[in-house]
């Protein structure tokens, strides 16, 4: 219940009216113990009005406090309250709410920092957590030391091969007329086009147009493909192509490799498939070794190209030993695929960079089958045949086309129908 409650000091000494007016008289509110008694606490302190003169000078003959405020506590007006009062409840619970935010707090920046590897400066990481960098930059060292060891390697084989072949006074150069790439005498022998590739060309001879040669080495600057031909072996390769007039070659279609290789060819070489055949050893003559398997139009096509002479310096049983180590393939066909149907193809192995004599020989069958290539001319007989089998071909490829072209009107109209 609310009192209002008058000063005494306006009935005791009264004050003139416009006295009255300019001072109003004080105040004061108190609580009743049936509002404070159902919360059981003091109440909360709040700010004092000011006071007259006259208040002020009636509160010194009385024992009551200077303020009139609620921060005076009378014990007789609140009953049944314990005079030693703890802190508020309130107070005390957030002051533990306030402790477990801070604790809180405080965990999860620790909590955070244990996440975080950068605030933990004390503690350096292991090395098990470089183990990418452990691997890729001893790597990428061997790689870079390989690329210009491989690259370097290869030149060499190069070199080594056109200082033997096509230097001045070699094969190549008593041969031919012009040597390189260029049209003078100072132009390079040979013409890099890769890290492992390199081309070679020759020209100013009768019965061919002229000669282009490319090796192709082995990826020596590439270390994932070092790695591979230590498992796969594969050799260093030099193919010439040498482009025969169109005059000076007969209808030739021969082929000499080693056994496997020749089962090959026939089935995917198409001249090959289309007009030769695999030729058994003939008996009462010398022939080729036993590893050799000759591929000819016919029997006497494969006797004409294979002469004692070849058997004795190189394809001969007791000379393919010695000389005949890197020979892979030739290839003679006037049907060839592509603007240059009269080619003839040797394919050989290049060897070390010190042991290129070995490979003089077949590089001496180069000029040796230009020769006899350019001067050979069928029999009767043997033209016959090869007109007849020639004209064949030459029906089959003409229904090809009929019919493709045949297919190609049909699906035309099927088109404008729909």
């Known amino acids: 219940m609310m009192m209002l409650m008058i000063s005494p000091s306006l009935t005791s000494n009264p004050t003139p009216f416009f006295l009255l007016s300019l001072h109003p008289p004080s105040i004061s509110l108190s609580l009743s113990t049936s509002t404070l008694e159902s919360h059981h606490a003091p109440p909360d302190s709040a700010p ?13 003959s009385t024992p009551k406090p200077a303020s009139a405020s609620f921060d005076y506590w009378d014990e007789d007006e609140f009953e049944g309250i314990p005079h030693n009062l703890n802190s508020p409840p309130v107070t005390r619970v957030v002051d533990e709410s306030a402790a477990t935010v801070s604790e809180s707090d405080a965990g999860s920046g620790a909590k955070n920092s244990e996440e975080d590897p950068r605030s933990d400066a004390k503690f350096p990481k292991k090395l098990s957590s470089y183990w990418v960098e452990i691997v890729c930059v001893p790597f990428l060292v061997l790689f870079t030391i390989n690329y210009f060891m491989g690259k370097r390697e290869n030149e060499n084989i190069a070199l080594a091969w056109a200082t033997k072949f ?21 132009s390079p022998l040979l013409l890099k086009e890769g890290q492992n590739v390199f081309r070679f060309y020759a020209s100013g001879r009768r019965f061919c147009s002229g000669l282009l040669a490319t090796m192709e080495l082995k990826s020596r600057h590439d270390l994932i493909s070092r790695f591979y031909n230590m498992v796969v072996p594969c050799k260093d390769e030099i193919t010439f192509e040498v ?9 030739v279609v021969f082929a000499l490799a080693r056994k496997k290789l020749a089962k090959t060819m026939h089935k995917e070489e198409r001249d090959l498939q289309r007009f030769a055949a ?22 006497e096509v494969a006797g004409d190209l294979i002469t004692d002479v070849v058997l004795d310096q ?10 005949g180590k890197g020979f892979i393939s030739m290839h003679f066909s006037d049907q060839h695929l592509g603007s240059n149907k009269k080619m003839l193809v040797f394919k050989f192995a290049i060897p070390d960079a010190n042991n290129m004599a070995d490979m003089t020989r077949l590089v001496a069958l180069i000029p040796y089958y230009i020769d006899l290539i350019g001067r050979y001319k069928l029999s009767s007989h043997a033209r016959s045949k090869t007109e007849a089998a020639r004209l064949k071909i030459a029906q089959e490829i003409y229904k090809e086309l009929q019919n493709a072209r045949q297919e190609a009107l049909q699906k035309k109209k099927l088109m404008r129908l729909i």
């Not at 041969?175 to 260029?182: A, R």
């Open 314 to 323: 190189v394809f001969g049983d007791k000379a393919f030993e010695k000389f």
């Open 48 to 60: 004092s009005q000011p006071e007259s003169p006259a208040s002020a000078h009636d509160s010194d």
């Open 278 to 299: 695999l030729v058994t050893p003939p008996s009462g003559r010398k022939w080729v070794v036993e590893e050799l398997q000759v591929v000819s139009e016919s029997k």
């Open 243 to 251: 482009y025969m007039n169109d005059e000076a070659m007969d209808q």
């Open 166 to 186: 096509a230097a001045k006074d070699s094969i190549f150069d008593k041969n031919f007329s012009l040597l390189g790439v260029g049209e003078t005498e100072d």
